[in-house]
Every structure is written in C-alpha cells, then in structure tokens.
C-alpha cells in the first residue's frame, strides 16, 4: 500500500475550520495540513455568493501552490454557494461539510422535523434544504439566520457569561423550538465553539456540529484514491491567513484544544 505524504488542504473564512483541522488530527493524525484562514473577509456570512466563490477559488489557488492533496471545505458558506464550481474546475477531491451534516441529520431525526442556524448565505442557498431532503424527502427543515453569531465568536464570546451570546442564542433558537424540531445542525464550523451552551437552551435534541461530521467522507475519499498517509510519523500544520497572523495565533488555540501563538504565516494572495 502506497502512502501519500501530500498535505490535505483546509480553508475557512477564519478560526472556524480549525475546528475541522482538529478532528482531522484526531480522527487522522499522520495527515499533514495546510490551513488557510480567510481573516481578511471574515465573516463570509454576510457577503454575496459571487464574491464568496471568488474567496473560494483564490483559497484553492493557494492551497494548490502549496501541493496540497485534496481539499476540505471548512465552510457551511463557501460549501454552499461554490463546492459546485470548484469541483467542475479542479481534478482533485474537494471534501464539503453541508452533504455529511444533513446526511447525519436525516438520519438522527425521530420527528422529521430538523432546525438549521447558519449564517445568512449559507440559508439564503436553500443549501441544508436540499441536501437533508435527499436523504429524507419528506422531512422538514426550518433554517434559520444566525448573523451575529460568527463575529461573537471570532471575539471569543462563548461562554456562559457573555450576555451578548447567550441572547443571540436565544433570539435565533426560540423560533426552532417551537417548530418542534428534534435535531438541530450547527450549519456553521465556527459554531461547535458554543456547543454546551446550545445543548443547555435545546435538552433532549440531537446537536450536529457540520465541519466533523465530514470526517468520514474525507476519510472514505482518500481511502478510495489511495492517498491516505500511512506514515508512522505524526502530521504537521501549517497556519497561514490572510489578515493579522498574532491575533489567530492567539486564538486559535481555543478552536484547536492547543496554542498556535507564534506558529501563524502570513498568507501571500
Ligand atoms: N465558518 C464558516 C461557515 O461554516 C464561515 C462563517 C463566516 O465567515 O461567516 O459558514
């Protein structure tokens, strides 16, 4: 059996995908990653879906240049509104997060009734409705806009004590509530980063984080192209953003579970 020591490619608007670099190394932890945050453009959420696939492509681009195996898609809002087009223009897979969460979905809910915060794009694509419909065709899917989410987030606003969080939680998880939906996808990667304080104000519904569930489909993908990495060796990572590199440094341990500080590059674009 062969071993591809290419690196997988991960790209996000910002911190929010390093939520999936950290179920790559846990799941896959010989891979080796280059991880591109879009800092500059954060939040993609409220941008047009034009300006979004140009992001994408230009993420794609540099991920390329750094020869790079395959990508991963950390992003319910590039997934959604230019995983199409990417595939169509490149040879390599292209791994999204939108098709796993709502096949997980559809398969956890009891009532068929599931909820969808994600940012405006992302539920402006009508993405989740289709995708949850084509495994469960007569289920229904409530989604909601969750714009001030991302940007809390990205300020570290997580915890319980953070008022500004907890009632935009509120004011975006109420209306779910009372469509009686009994599974919930977090349609964002940056959101798992307040999962506990969801599963708090939602008791007894199935929480789905989207960016881990894509785990298998990257695995299954590489497994099939024979490009996993078999080495003994633990994989490496490397950061690169388009915006202020101390800031991610700083942060991105919160996503990451470990400290980047001083191990973020400049993203030459
Ligand atoms: N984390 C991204 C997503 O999954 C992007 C959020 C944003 O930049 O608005 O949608």
């Not at 990508?71 to 809002?77: E, F, L, M, S």
Request: with cysteine; aromatic share 8%.
């Amino acid at each position: 059996m062969s071993s591809d020591t290419r690196p997988i490619g991960v790209f996000d608007s910002g911190l929010g995908g390093l939520t999936v670099v950290k179920a790559i190394l846990e799941k896959m932890p010989c891979e080796n990653i280059v991880y591109l945050g879009d800092s500059l453009n954060v939040p993609y959420g409220d941008k047009t879906s034009g300006q979004i696939t140009e992001f994408a492509f230009r993420n794609t681009e540099f991920l390329l240049k750094k020869g790079v195996k395959a990508i991963a898609i950390a992003c319910n809002t590039a997934d959604s509104t230019s995983k199409g087009k990417l595939t169509q223009c490149y040879d390599i897979p292209i791994i999204g997060v939108v098709s796993p969460a709502a096949e997980k979905a559809a398969g956890a809910t009891k009532n068929k009734k599931v909820g969808v915060i994600a940012t405006a794009t992302t539920v402006g694509s009508g993405a989740y409705e289709r995708a949850v419909r084509s495994y469960l065709s007569d289920c229904l899917v409530f989604s909601v806009a969750a714009p001030k989410l991302v940007p809390l987030v990205e300020a570290g606003k997580i915890h319980k004590s953070d008022t500004e969080m907890t009632d935009a939680l509120e004011e975006y998880l109420t209306p779910l509530k009372e469509k009686g939906i009994d599974t919930l996808v977090l349609g964002c990667t940056h959101y798992p980063l307040f999962y506990d304080l969801v599963k708090e104000m939602m008791p007894g519904i199935n929480i789905i984080p989207s960016g881990t569930s894509s785990l298998p489909s990257l695995y299954e993908k590489l497994l099939s192209e024979d490009m996993l990495n078999f080495s003994e060796k633990k994989g490496e990572v490397e950061f690169y953003v388009t915006g202020e590199t101390s800031y991610f440094g700083e942060h991105g341990g919160l996503f990451l579970g470990t400290s980047i500080e001083g191990k973020v590059k400049k993203a030459v674009i």
